[in-house]
T-cell receptor, first 114, second 111 residues
Framework: GAVVSQHPSWVICKSGTSVKIECRSL??????MFWYRQFPKQSLMLMAT?????????EQGVEKDKFLINHASLTLSTLTVTSAHPEDSSFYIC??????????FGPGTRLTVT | GDSVTQMEGPVTLSEEAFLTINCTYT??????LFWYVQYPGEGLQLLLK?????DKGSNKGFEATYRKETTSFHLEKGSVQVSDSAVYFC??????????FGKGTRLSVIA
């Protein structure tokens, strides 16, 4: 089956610094990638949808200047959390799909901001 | 908009018990329906899916049938194991739209 990887799997950073999370589709071309955020013991909250080569579409309430999403190629999307603060600590999960078909999820990245 | 409602957890069962996790949905179109499983500290894995009414998805002993008349997609397993302990998410997706998830149901299976 299709494989999606995320890197890093976990990261600890200091408040005020920026963190970049990568999401890669390893064996298929991901025309669309999704970024989700999951708080402990809660469901996934969609943050944004990105199509290759175009700007991401952010969900209401998600700060686009804080969560920068880039989808520069058909196999890579990045999420950069800028000027991170402790309230940004969360589990970030990406998923990828090819032309609107099934989404494949990455293993997630746990971000802890101290 | 589209939405998914699944039963509140946590659900605690003894090994070999029968499992049902209820899921109902509302959608304007004809969505595909999914069950995802999340083991502790991991991302989501697709467990099973159904793309049209009356389809039955099955995997690893789990089953769910797409019931359009009751707008339901209940997850069942005849005999759960300790290794099935996880959080289960029901979800739907119309073509080219992001997945809409239920809130998740935590299952704990005790030996």
């Amino acid at each position: 089956g299709a494989v999606v990887s995320q890197h890093p799997s976990w990261v600890i950073c200091k408040s005020g610094t920026s963190v970049k999370i990568e999401c890669r589709s390893l064996d298929f071309q991901a025309t669309t990638m999704f970024w989700y955020r999951q708080f402990p013991k809660q469901s996934l909250m969609l943050m944004a949808t990105s199509n290759e080569g175009s700007k991401a579409t952010y969900e209401q309430g998600v700060e686009k200047d804080k969560f920068l999403i880039n989808h520069a190629s058909l196999t890579l999307s990045t999420l950069t959390v800028t000027s991170a603060h402790p309230e940004d600590s969360s589990f970030y999960i990406c998923s990828a799909s090819h032309r609107g078909y099934e989404q494949y999820f990455g293993p997630g990245t746990r971000l802890t901001v101290t | 908009g589209d939405s998914v409602t699944q039963m509140e957890g946590p659900v605690t069962l003894s090994e070999e018990a029968f499992l049902t996790i209820n899921c109902t949905y509302t959608a304007t179109g004809y969505p595909s329906l999914f069950w995802y499983v999340q083991y502790p500290g991991e991302g989501l894995q697709l467990l099973l899916k159904a793309t049209k009414a009356d389809d039955k998805g099955s995997n690893k002993g789990f089953e769910a049938t797409y019931r359009k008349e009751t707008t339901s997609f209940h997850l069942e397993k005849g005999s759960v194991q300790v290794s099935d302990s996880a959080v289960y998410f029901c979800a739907l997706s119309d073509t080219n739209t992001p997945l809409v998830f239920g809130k998740g149901t935590r299952l704990s299976v005790i030996a």
